[in-house]
Structure formats: structure tokens, C-alpha cells
Nanobody, 115 residues
């Protein structure tokens, strides 16, 4: 079993930057497909970005060119660097780890983009 703990959320002004981290327990983190999701009030949870064990990434169209997902397999940490933030990026951000049919979720961290 994997435990995921997000950190780094907060309040930022439009156009600003914020970095999220997701610390994972367990020794097989490197085998997991990791992803960031977000859920805004009244909306469904949506995929923001994902990264495979080999480092292949994909992004939602809404964040391409602004967000960067990365992972450090030696430290068991997933990252999301968010630049040029917009009010519509406001949401609770969750990290997810997937291995086969198993999915693990973190508890989420709030990101608010507002002036």
C-alpha cells in the first residue's frame, strides 16, 4: 500500500507561481504512474498532468505550457510546478499513484488564485 501526502498549496495572485509536492511511502514508488488531479467547487475531478515510471508526461490542454510535472524516484516525491496561474486554476489538487488496477490518492491541497 502507498500513502500519499500533498503539500505546497496556498493563496497566490493571478500570474504567480506555486509548487506542489506529493511525498509517497513505500519502496516501489518508481514503478507507479503518478498524476495530479484537481477538483473545483461544483465540478468533477479532472486530470491535470501525469508521468509514467519512465518519465513520459502528458498534460491537460488547459495547463500545457504553464505547468510541469516531475518526479524524484530516489526521494519518492512527485512535483507539480505551476506558473502563470489563473483564477480558473483554483481547486483542490490531489496526487494519485497507479499500479495495475490499484489507485492511491492523497488527501488534497487547496490552491487559490485570487487578487
Amino acid at each position: 500500500q502507498v500513502q500519499l501526502v500533498e503539500s505546497g498549496g496556498g493563496l497566490v495572485q493571478p500570474g504567480g507561481s506555486l509548487g506542489l509536492s506529493c511525498a509517497a511511502s513505500g519502496s516501489i514508488f518508481r514503478r507507479y504512474v503518478m498524476a495530479w488531479y484537481r477538483q473545483a467547487p461544483g465540478k468533477q475531478r479532472e486530470l491535470v498532468a501525469a508521468i509514467t515510471s519512465g518519465g513520459t508526461t502528458n498534460y491537460a490542454d488547459s495547463v500545457k505550457g504553464r505547468f510541469t510535472i516531475s518526479r524524484d524516484n530516489a526521494k519518492n516525491i512527485l512535483y507539480l510546478q505551476m506558473n502563470s496561474l489563473k483564477p480558473e486554476d483554483t481547486a483542490v489538487y490531489y496526487c494519485k499513484g497507479s499500479l495495475g488496477y490499484l489507485d492511491y490518492w492523497g488527501q488534497g491541497t487547496q490552491v487559490t488564485v485570487s487578487s
